[in-house]
């Protein structure tokens, strides 16, 4: 499995353990190696980010989505 297909099932895993309403479709900003992208809870609008080169400080896994829950959610 590819980097970018396994961040992506980790940030979907994370966003529906918290309990947000996800679909697998992801934006996408930039070009190489700045590619990023996001995510969106459908119920409450907070958001995955994923960044495939991350700088020395920062991370690959980001947003509210991965952090907290949805207010709609369980």
């Not at 979907?12 to 992801?26: I, N, P, S, T």
């Not at 995955?48 to 369980?74: M, Q, T, Y």
């Amino acid at each position: 499995m590819m980097r970018e297909q396994r961040l992506k099932k980790k940030a979907l895993e994370a966003m529906r353990f918290r309990g947000h309403k996800v679909d697998r479709r992801w934006l996408t900003y930039g070009d190489y190696p700045n590619l990023r992208f996001q995510n969106v809870c459908d119920e409450c609008g907070k958001s995955a980010w994923i960044i495939l080169h991350p700088l020395p400080n920062e991370i690959e896994i980001s947003g509210e989505a991965v952090a907290v829950g949805c207010k709609d959610g369980p």
